[in-house]
């Protein structure tokens, strides 16, 4: 990978890289298509990175598809496929993590304790090895994008990120790996989420900011649904600092984390507030 990569980078070519653990769905191909559209040559990696999960977390069981992953590439036209293996990824020995500090243990840092380390160390590496022009991320992982573009700042990595926009099922379930987890019976509810937030959007900007009571009313509709088994986070918050906000003002990230039956979904909407005269 890093001799191909040498040798398009000696010949000029820009390279747009989307990381992914494979599973792959329409909102990764959203990005491999903004990818091809914007650089000379398009790389995808799947890595199932076993140091972003918790001890009792998916890792075991996340879905995993390199055949029809890579069938779905090729349909896309993406460049290069790299697929590396856990021992090439972390040898013996290694040792090196990337903590952003502040940001990684809001929201779902606070309930995945460690979670945003494994990112940050695996996209570092991958980082390292691709050397992209430019690399994709979806706004579903909200936190996630924050926390690399902030990686990517502070250790003067010259790649741009790019943040590309939520792609949702009909019914506005964000589009994830971890879908498949649904029963039948819970895949029609989910859309629960995406509907709270944007009636919450809604409310927002025509002019209703009472964040307490607003926030209230998102816990109760998603609640509502007997499938919800529990609620992590449903609330406002700064969309660099993350913070939860008491004032509503500016760009506000909407954002929930909540598992319905057993399996653990996020999804967020950004809203940018007018500002008074
Ligand atoms: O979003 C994901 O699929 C993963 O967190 C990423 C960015 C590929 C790192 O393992």
Known sequence: MQDTVSGLLLCGKTIGFVPTMGALHEGHLSLVKRARQENDKTVVSIFVNPLQFGPDEDFPRYPRDVEGDTEKLA????????????????????LTRIEV?????KLCGFFRPGHFIGVATVVAKLFHIVKPTRSYFGQKDFQQAVI???????????IDVVICPTIREKDGLAMSSRNAYLTQAERKVSGVLYRSLKETADLLTSGIINSIHLKEMMHEKILQEPAVSSIDYAGFYDPETLKELSMIQGDVLLAVAAK?????????????????R
């Open 75 to 94: 349909k896309e036209a993406a460049d290069i496929l790299f697929i590396p293996d856990a021992p090439l990824m972390y040898p013996e020995g290694f």
């Open 101 to 105: 500090g502040k940001i990684s243990d």
């Open 148 to 158: 690399i573009g902030k990686m990517v700042r502070d250790l003067n990595m010259d």
């Open 260 to 276: 319905i039956g057993n399996t653990r979904l996020i999804d967020n909407i950004l809203v940018t507030m007018r500002k008074e």
